[in-house]
T-cell receptor, first 113, second 115 residues
Framework: SQKIEQNSEALNIQEGKTATLTCNYTNYSPAYLQWYRQDPGRGPVFLLLIRENEKEKRKERLKVTFDTTLKQSLFHITASQPADSATYLC????????????FGRGTSLIVHP | DVKVTQSSRYLVKRTGEKVFLECVQD?????MFWYRQDPGLGLRLIYF???????EKGDIPEGYSVSREKKERFSLILESASTNQTSMYLC??????????????FGDGTRLSIL
């Protein structure tokens, strides 16, 4: 069955640096991959989607890459700010044909001023 | 903006009670979903619905049922609440899924405690 892995350890960085979060998957070749942000006590909020034929996608300070050979997506936040502190989830459409997203467990990002 | 509203942010119930969690979306979305989220386990799909009166089991449906009588409303029912159902419950909605890769829109969750 498909498996999604995100680093369970929190990522601590200094304000102004680039944060890089990783999403690895196995046993699957998804047509696209999504990234969500979740703040404490709130529901996830959709950020970006990248398709299998796209190597890179950008939105303001966010950049996502998708390497289908490595089965990996990287999520970058440039010039990070304390307000970027949150948990970031990657999601892939299920392999069973329903396309319902299966979510990774998320990585917590903490940006220190 | 899509708005998904869950009826309660916090709820405390007793073991054995029948519990109703309500979710309403205002964007005429066909799909609605119920998840639970637990530390270390992430988001797990309980049930989803792709149309009125239609429902499909997710990964962990045991102990739960759902109702979708109107397009905008999707209810999660705990038939006889147990302590292992203490969790954060999240409702989501979306347009039809598939290669059009529609994102999900989530409510802010109901933190349910079963005593």
């Amino acid at each position: 069955s498909q498996k999604i892995e995100q680093n369970s350890e929190a990522l601590n960085i200094q304000e102004g640096k680039t944060a890089t979060l990783t999403c690895n998957y196995t046993n699957y070749s998804p047509a696209y991959l999504q990234w969500y942000r979740q703040d404490p006590g709130r529901g996830p909020v959709f950020l970006l989607l990248i398709r299998e034929n796209e190597k890179e996608k950008r939105k303001e300070r966010l950049k996502v890459t998708f390497d289908t050979t490595l089965k990996q997506s990287l999520f970058h936040i440039t010039a990070s700010q304390p307000a970027d502190s949150a948990t970031y989830l990657c999601a892939l459409p299920s392999s069973g044909g329903s396309y319902i997203p299966t979510f990774g467990r998320g990585t917590s990002l903490i940006v220190h001023p | 903006d899509v708005k998904v509203t869950q009826s309660s942010r916090y709820l405390v119930k007793r073991t054995g009670e029948k519990v109703f969690l309500e979710c309403v979306q205002d964007m005429d979305h066909e799909n609605m979903f119920w998840y639970r989220q637990d530390p270390g386990l992430g988001l797990r799909l309980i049930y989803f619905s792709y149309d009125v009166k239609m429902k499909e089991k997710g990964d962990i449906p045991e102990g739960y049922s759902v109702s979708r009588e109107k397009k905008e409303r999707f209810s999660l029912i705990l038939e006889s609440a147990s302590t292992n159902q203490t969790s954060m419950y999240l409702c989501a909605s979306s347009l039809p899924l598939g290669l059009t890769n529609q994102p999900q829109h989530f409510g802010d969750g109901t933190r349910l405690s079963i005593l």
